[in-house]
């Protein structure tokens, strides 16, 4: 059983009941999809993010009838050669008279409602088709991670949504990595294990995504057996004290190696960054200081301009070493 409770402080009699109580059910919904808070009081700020989600889920539809959602590329880069290793698809909303708006505005929103199954099948959709392309132009190399959303599992059959496609396409379920949330893993872990197990099986290269920044990291590493490890280093925010927030990265590493996964560091945007995550053996990296998210075209003539490695040698290798 999961309880939630919506509040909100009475201060002006002058309202009447009715909004009272339909201030305390705005406050309650604000809840939605959040399965760590339980209580929460009404602000006014609420009113105004109702206003911006109902507009935002209303356009939903319009907005994938005319292709306003693109992918953009970030290249996955080996930290030691250099070489591109991969790329992850990071999705776009390219709205009329807008522009560029970033994810963060708009998935949570979709998460929220449920909507978002139906965004990141459109997002696999459209990286699978460029995998095909790529393919009949001789890069059967090249590798696309997709974003599974936690609440992807309870929306729709994964298993089914994903080896549809690459069957459609007709691609190697190898080139679609799989980003899964360490969120996911919350609920009903062993069923979520099974189903990235039946998912490996099938060729899939599964990642678990912004590592150290869920609820029970060590603990869940014990039974997520999952291909990579992506860690942001956002996550490890340094400010608070420099030299312990480096020893925790730098532990992860070589525990995630230890367990058999090359990590991907994420948001690595320094050379202090880069230095940091290599020192403790990091494989990839994925961040400003290599590389920005970019449009389709320009990710090609980045990667067209630079050796390409090999991920199954890298996460083979880390696991030969592990044995
Ligand atoms: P994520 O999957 O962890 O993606 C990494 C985010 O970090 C991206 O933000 C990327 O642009 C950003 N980033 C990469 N390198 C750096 C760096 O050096 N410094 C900083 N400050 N940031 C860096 P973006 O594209 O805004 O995406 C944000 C989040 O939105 C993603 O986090 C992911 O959770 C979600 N998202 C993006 N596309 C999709 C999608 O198709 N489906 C779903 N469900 N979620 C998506
Ligand atoms: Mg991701
Ligand atoms: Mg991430």
Known sequence: IHYYLGLYEVTDMSI??????????????????????????????MLHERIHETVTL????????????????????????????????LIRWNKPGRGIVSPAEFVPIFEKNGMIAKLDYYVWELACRQLRKWQEEGHEERSVSVNISAKDFYLMDLYKSVTGLVE????????????????????????QMELVRDLQEYGFVIEIDDFGSGYSSLNNLKEIKADML?????????????????KIVTSMIRLANELGMPVVAEGVETEEDMQLVKAAGCQLVQGYYYAKPMSVPEFEKFVGARPYGNMKAIIDRVISEME
């Open 168 to 191: 459609e396409y007709n691609i190697e379920p190898s080139s679609l990595k799989l980003e899964i949330t360490e969120t996911a893993f919350v609920l009903d872990v062993d069923k």
């Open 58 to 89: 209303d356009e939903l539809d319009r907005a994938l009838l005319n292709d306003e959602f693109e992918i953009y590329l970030q290249p996955q880069i080996d930290i030691w050669t250099g070489a591109v290793i991969s790329a992850e698809a």
């Open 230 to 246: 992506k860690m942001d280093l956002k996550f490890f925010e340094k400010s608070a004290d420099d030299d312990r927030a480096e």
């Open 16 to 45: 009447s009941v009715e909004s009272m109580y339909d201030r305390a059910f705005v406050a309650l919904e604000s809840l939605k999809g959040d399965l760590h808070k339980k209580v929460a009081y009404f602000k006014d700020v």
